[in-house]
């Protein structure tokens, strides 16, 4: 089976923060994605990797950063958390072979708590 | 620009009730793809149907049921005699086979079977 690992479940952090979401998938995705959930918006796009080293700005990418040194993991930064960067924090790869149709295998989440 | 519109919120049944979640989108790209997914409290986002701009047959599966109309744009989907199981928060998607990193998610629609 496919597995798609947050490296946290929860998180508390302090505003200026600076924070680590990491994603491991274990299945040769070249396709990795971080999206952000909140209630009565669904899931909103942060950043996009098509494969290693290779990155594109979702629609809300202000304030995060990522980075794919490695084909298994794709990290989202938070540079200096804030307030309103408390969210759920959802990981999902894909593979290329699939030409954009095939479907997503995600992670459990992470919550993030920015205090 | 597209668009996944789920209008319904929360809907609550009681246990073996039938039950439909709409889902309207909107698009001007004549290949894309439409996707279910349920999240149970895990949080784990699992993968239920892809559908193509292409293939407008309905589709059914066990307890589940999916009906897609073009000329309505909508891609609805039904719960026959539901089970506790099947409370969960349930997102449409948009792909479109134009950008592999454009997939549209509606705002979900939060499920609960009541025994």
């Known amino acids: 089976d496919v597995k798609v690992t947050q490296s946290s479940r929860y998180l508390v952090k302090r505003t200026g923060e600076k924070v680590f979401l990491e994603c491991v998938q274990d299945?040769?995705?070249?396709?990795m994605f971080w999206y952000r959930q909140d209630p009565g918006l669904g899931l909103r796009l942060i950043y996009f990797s098509y494969d290693v080293k290779m990155k594109e700005k979702g629609d809300i990418p202000e304030g995060y950063s990522v980075s794919r040194e490695k084909k298994e993991r794709f990290s989202l930064i938070l540079e200096s958390a804030s307030t309103n960067q408390t969210s759920m924090y959802l990981c999902?790869?894909?593979?290329?072979?699939?030409?954009?149709?095939?479907?997503?295998?995600f992670g459990e989440g992470s919550r993030l708590t920015v205090l | 620009a597209q668009k996944v519109t789920q209008a319904q919120t929360e809907i609550s049944v009681v246990e073996k009730e039938d039950v439909t979640l709409d889902c309207v989108y909107e698009t001007r790209d004549t290949t894309y793809y439409l996707f279910w997914y349920k999240q149970p409290p895990s949080g784990e986002l699992v993968f239920l149907i892809r559908r193509n701009s292409f293939d407008e047959q309905n589709e059914i599966s066990g307890r589940y049921s999916w009906n897609f109309q073009k000329s309505t744009s909508s891609f609805n989907f039904t719960i026959t005699a539901s089970q506790v199981v099947d409370s969960a928060v349930y997102f449409c998607a948009l792909s479109l086979y134009s950008s592999a990193s454009k997939i549209i998610f509606g705002s979900g629609t939060r499920l609960s079977i009541r025994p």
């Open positions: 999902a790869s894909r593979p290329l072979g699939t030409k954009n149709t095939g479907e997503l295998f």
């Open positions: 299945m040769d995705h070249e396709n």
